[in-house]
Structures are given as C-alpha cells and as structure tokens.
C-alpha cells in the first residue's frame, strides 16, 4: 500500500514491506539522495528539501560548538544506516558517540549486536515527522533524540522503552539546550558562520552563568 503526504511530496510512505525488499532499496538506491526508514513493514522514503539539509547541518555544527566549548568528546557519525535485522533500521540527520566513543572508533562497520547505538542523533521535522523514527531508535537503544520542527527544539530520552520529554540533556546537563532554537530559527537569514559565532557566544555565558 502506498501512500503520499498531501501537502509534501518529498515524503512517501509504504506498508507491507518486506526485510529484504528494505536491504535490497538500500543497496539499489544508496547513490542517490534519499532517506530510507523501515519500522516492522513500514518504509518510509524521504528526499531531503534544503530546508531540511540546512537544518540538519545547523543543529549538527552546534552539537559540535557545545561539546568543543564544554571540553565534552564526541565522535560523528552523520547519516549513516544503522539496522535491527527483521525489525528496524533508520538513518538520523546527524549522530554523536558520546559515552561509547572507545566501543566503536575507528571501527569500519558496526553491528548493533555487537555495538551500542549512537549516543545522541539529530532529526529535523520541517518536511516529515519524526514519531515513527522514535520508535525504530527505541529499538535500536539510543538514549537521546533532539529534534527541531523549524520552530521549537525537544529533547526526548528514553526511558523504558519509551522516550519522554526533558529540559535539558544528559550529555550537556547545564545548557538549556531548547532555546538553542531561536538560533536554528535564524538560519535562512543569518551567514552561517557568523551564526555558530553567535552561539558560541551564548555557550560561552552558559559555562560563566
């Protein structure tokens, strides 16, 4: 069954699929620019707008500025595919090792039999939504999901299987990281760079606070 969202057509969602019908688009369509994630029969496919893709590397650069600025070690891994065989497999905007950066650097493959999930991932919610993401992370144990719909950020750690809602992060536990959302919010107006500048200003009074 195949369905399309009404007002996005960069979006496509199918039911009915099969394990290997998703390994199989994985491997046909890993040249071009698009999203696969695969929820117990669900696929959806996404094509990136620039929206998204500068929201994505946004918030990914200013992951990296908080860490750099509060001494944190992060290890990135981008968009890569990461997979709960016959269950779920997904592909964040962006991913950070964090506390289990010494259980896979410098590893060529990962296999989540083996190896922990990314610690944090970044989803931007400004074409699709991310809810049955959530689901597929859940499965695959990340602990952390921050994720901008073009106008607010939320932080939602898992718990029990389930993620909820928190003010702050696990990671960086004394930055208000929700109200780094006006700064994403300024993102087509402002040059990039002198946007990271800005927050790192403001991460900058967060350590003096």
């Not at 290890?75 to 016959?86: Q, V």
């Not at 597929?136 to 990340?142: E, P, S, T």
């Not at 946007?195 to 003096?208: A, C, G, M, S």
Request: proline share 5%; hydrophobic share 35%; aromatic share 10%.
């Amino acid at each position: 069954m195949l369905a399309t969202s009404p007002s996005l057509i960069e979006v496509v969602h199918l039911s009915g699929i099969s394990w290997q019908t998703y390994e199989t688009l994985l491997e046909e369509l890993s040249d071009r620019r698009l999203r696969l994630t695969y929820n117990r029969g669900n696929l959806e496919i996404l094509t990136p707008s620039p929206e998204h893709e500068l929201g994505k590397e946004v918030l990914g650069r200013f992951v990296e500025t908080i860490a750099e600025e509060w001494e944190v070690q992060i290890y990135p891994l981008g968009s890569m595919t990461f997979k709960r065989p016959e269950l779920s497999g997904a592909e964040p905007d962006k991913c950070f090792y964090i506390r289990n950066i010494a259980a896979v650097r410098g590893k060529k493959r990962l296999d989540l039999d083996k190896d922990p999930a990314p610690d944090l991932v970044v989803e931007i919610d400004v074409t699709s939504s991310s809810s049955d993401r959530l689901q597929v992370y859940a499965d695959l144990g990340v602990v952390e999901v921050w994720i901008y719909n073009g106008e607010f950020l939320v932080i939602k750690q898992l718990q029990s299987d389930t993620y909820i809602n928190s003010q702050t992060s696990q990671f960086f536990s004394n930055v208000p990281v929700p109200e780094i959302s006006r700064f994403l919010q300024q993102a087509e107006t402002t040059d990039y760079l002198e946007l990271v500048k800005t927050l790192r200003y403001w991460v900058r009074k967060q350590i003096e606070a």
